[in-house]
């Protein structure tokens, strides 16, 4: 999840248009273009109901070399939009949009000069040199082609978190307009372990990268850099720099108009340190300060100063949608989503295997969304609700394809009744367990909980809750916009191995494959039936929503209510039945 490829031409595309007044045709068959291109669909025989040999088999495909690793922009987007609305059209599905398969998203592609990207700091008279990749990474996204930041006064800034529910405010008593705000990954608490500062070792939005870029510009910082630390990241400095390498990507302003610094990054812990000892300072003991009510900025006797040349082209990019309509009340709709793009093909990387091919992050989810459109679209009897089937793009640059499907929506978000998200689902085998990232937010998990029930096993929350995943992914958009929504992960107590061998793969996964080249379909390896398991769960969670009639809110105290009943009012208070 996080960044992104090498820049090619992107096909120009018409501009999609929204589906918002539109009823949606009440015949599945309607309209819909049978697949003729072998090339993605092949000799498979695909089987109607979820299939471990189907979901491998588009796996294969989206992972494949030739694929080059589906960047945004990209030949390798191309052939992925085009598998994918082959597929919906093979399995009978509409196009979402419309008449149109695609929602063109508008992007701005930003390729730093890394050979020329200089920063130096002074401390004392003395200069201290940061070297791209090996000690920081640095981008902007204003869109210039030229920053330059010179003599900026360097301030220890916390964690960065400006949280008046909370009493919280790390920019207290300083004005950071003009200066460079350097502070921790992760929240207050965190690293002390203290259970009484925000959540603890739970990662809150507060936490994540992109909220810190975003509040340092709110309070007028010329630059904002992060010190890397592999425990409060959940990642290694390889994965930032992998992510941060090559060309970046945002919605152009008009889309996303949110402030933006002159530039952001980050710095190892390292080079962190020893900055901060020439300036006098050490950085342990103010990240123990920084845990504790009451910190105070601290400013560094030290200035920065960085150049950076970036070319940036405005393109686009495509979501995929494909729609079942429903039978009885189409206007309203249940969504299962999954993001198609990765990291794509690093060009001039040493060790022979520069594409980054994300066979776990997210072909798996992907096929996923195929999978169960396969099924439900077979169905005996049609849904009395539309099904959305919507793969986005630019989630490795941020949720982006996301971002802009829910200020775009083809189904309105007060008619979307749930969310769906799947997201690198984990080839393990089956589990006693099924992971709900974000457990205890909305009662979609009281529709989940009696289909576990059947299957003997029990839903947990994700072990590593400092990692923040559950602002990691797709469904956070539309979870913040209102719309409830679940992210289920693959179980981790296992039926072979137990625990042990659970945590074990997921450290290995994270360790050795997540946003490296070495993420590849791996079919003699692959145990396939654990998912198939779940996506049966959550294939049978939608069927029920779509004929039960159900309106599923979050949790009281969810910090996402608010924006639900107040579209929704007069369901605000109502609890959907159990599932049957």
């Not at 203290?194 to 739970?202: M, N, S, V, Y």
């Not at 936490?207 to 850099?225: D, H």
């Not at 309106?551 to 369901?571: L, S, T, V």
Request: glycine share 10%; hydrophobic share 40%; aromatic share 8%.
């Amino acid at each position: 999840m996080r960044a992104t490829t090498l820049s090619l031409a992107l096909l120009t595309l018409c501009a999609c248009t929204p589906r918002g007044e539109q009823q949606p045709k009440t015949d599945p068959q309607a309209d819909a273009t049978p697949a003729t291109d072998t090339a993605a669909t092949g000799s498979h025989a695909f089987k109607d109901a979820i299939d471990a040999g189907d979901f491998a088999e588009h796996v294969k495909h989206l992972a494949s070399d030739e694929f080059g690793g589906r960047g945004p922009g990209t030949p390798g987007e191309d052939k992925t939009v085009e598998y994918i609305k082959a597929q919906f059209a093979r399995i009978g599905l509409q196009p979402g949009n419309g008449s149109d398969w695609f929602q063109t998203v508008p992007m701005v592609e930003t390729t730093a000069d890394e050979a020329s990207a200089s920063m130096v700091a002074t401390v004392g008279g003395a200069t201290q040199a940061l070297k791209f990749g090996s000690d920081m990474v640095i981008g902007t996204r204003t869109g210039q082609a030229q920053v330059d930041i010179k003599d900026s006064q360097l301030v220890f800034i916390g964690y960065g978190v400006d949280a008046p529910e909370r009493q919280w405010n790390d920019y207290a008593g300083i004005d950071v307009k003009g200066k460079t705000v350097v502070m921790l990954v992760n929240d207050p608490g965190f690293h002390a372990g203290d259970a009484k500062l925000f959540d603890g070792k739970r990662m809150t939005w507060y936490g994540r990268w992109t909220y810190k870029f975003e509040e340092a510009a709110r309070k007028g910082a010329a630059a904002a850099l992060i010190i890397h630390d592999t425990e409060g990241a959940s990642y290694g400095w390889d994965v930032v720099k992998n992510s941060w390498s090559g060309p970046q990507y945002d919605l152009p302003a008009k889309d996303d108009p949110a402030p933006r610094v002159s530039a952001q990054g980050w710095i190892t812990g390292e080079a962190a340190t020893a900055l901060f000892k020439a300036a006098g300072q050490d950085l342990g003991k103010l990240r123990a300060a920084a845990n504790k009510r009451g910190f105070k900025p601290v400013p560094l006797d030290a200035t920065l100063s960085l150049a950076l040349k970036s070319t940036s082209v405005e393109k686009s990019s495509r979501n995929v949608v494909g729609l079942l309509p429903g039978s009885e009340t189409p206007d309203e709709a249940i969504v299962y989503m999954a993001h198609w793009d990765h990291l794509g093909t690093h060009e001039g990387e040493t060790g022979g295997d520069n594409i980054y091919n994300g066979a776990v992050d997210n072909a798996t989810g992907v096929a996923a969304i195929i999978e169960i459109a396969e099924a439900m679209r077979k169905a005996k009897v049609p849904p009395k609700r539309s099904t959305l089937f919507l793969a986005v793009t630019l989630e490795e640059s941020g949720l982006l394809g996301s971002k802009y499907y829910v200020a775009h929506p083809v189904i309105p978000l007060d008619k979307t009744v749930a969310v769906f998200n799947l997201d690198a689902l984990s080839p393990v085998g089956k589990a006693r367990d099924i992971t709900v990232v974000g457990q205890g937010s909305s009662q979609l998990e009281d529709l989940l909980k009696p289909l576990l029930d059947g299957q003997k096993r029990k839903a947990v929350g994700e072990s590593n809750t400092a990692a923040g995943y559950y602002f990691r992914s797709d469904h956070f958009n539309f979870a913040k916009a209102g719309v409830p929504a679940l992210y289920i992960d693959s179980g981790t107590d296992l039926l072979d191995g137990g625990q042990a061998a659970g945590d074990a793969g997921g450290k290995d996964y994270t360790d050795n494959r997540y946003h490296k080249a070495g993420d590849h379909y791996d079919g003699a390896n692959w145990k396939l039936d654990g998912i198939v398991q779940d996506l049966e769960v959550v294939a049978t969670m939608g069927t029920n929503l779509a004929n039960g009639g159900q309106w599923p809110n979050w949790y009281a105290g969810n910090p996402f209510k608010a924006a639900r009943d107040a579209m929704r009012p007069a369901a605000a208070a109502s609890a959907p039945p159990a599932a049957k």
